[in-house]
């Protein structure tokens, strides 16, 4: 369905959205509850986290046309070219060249950070992940130092985001937050735009799938 003229378009969906918002609050409540030592929670959170990320790699392969890695990883080329006009071009459909590789190197921090934690062991050897038993107690003191450089990285990456979400919100004027939220943004006079569609069906079979996957790695493939 195209949409013309006035108006707003959608173009995000709500698996995007949902990830998204599910991801940042997670990843917070990682942060805090691994500093308060609250391992429990903290081993739940991160298995949360790496369902959200599995789907998102899903989703990135057969959802909805912006959730698609093939419509937002560009070549160097266009990257290049949008850095250079980024300012003065008008509002696009789901990320930009330069946002797309961002999200991509903050999803491969994400995995980094998760998969280290599933193999991590703390100093004592009291508190592990699942998958700790298949390799050595130094292996997994290195996998739980992994795990802390990935966070920091993280850290670091989200900073980014945010200071580019500001930039475009502040001093070019494009809302990048509320069709995060909405899943809609405005049209320019005369736009026409396909509305982004996306398979309900697919979305949750792809999940199960994944959640199945998960629960197995949380009991460390021993079920």
């Known amino acids: ?59 990135g392969l057969v959802g909805s046309r912006t959730a698609r890695f093939a419509q937002f990883l560009k070549g160097p080329r266009e990257v290049i070219a949008y850095v250079r006009k980024a300012g003065d071009e008008h509002a696009t459909d789901g990320h930009n060249p330069l946002g797309g590789w961002s999200v991509a190197a903050l999803l491969l921090v994400l995995l980094t950070l998760v998969g280290a934690g599933l193999f991590a062991v703390d100093v004592d050897g009291l508190e592990s992940g699942p998958l700790a038993d298949y390799i050595s107690f130094d292996a997994g003191r290195q996998a739980s130092e992994i795990h802390e450089i990935a966070f920091k990285l993280a850290l670091g990456l989200v900073g980014l985001h945010v200071c580019a979400i500001g930039y475009y919100q502040f001093l070019v004027g494009r809302d990048l937050v509320s069709p995060m939220i909405t899943g809609k943004r405005e049209l320019a006079p005369g736009e026409s735009v396909d509305g982004v569609r996306w398979s309900p069906l697919r979305a949750l079979i792809g999940l199960a799938v994944i959640a199945a996957l998960v629960w197995a790695v949380s009991k460390g493939f021993r079920v």
């Open 1 to 59: 369905m195209t949409e013309v003229a006035t108006g707003k378009v959608r173009v995000w969906d709500v698996p995007v959205r949902l990830f998204h918002w599910s991801l940042l609050g997670l990843f917070c409540f990682s942060w805090w509850s691994g500093e308060n030592h609250e391992m429990d929670w903290h081993r739940q959170s991160g298995l949360l986290v790496l369902t959200l990320l599995l789907f998102r790699l899903f989703w």
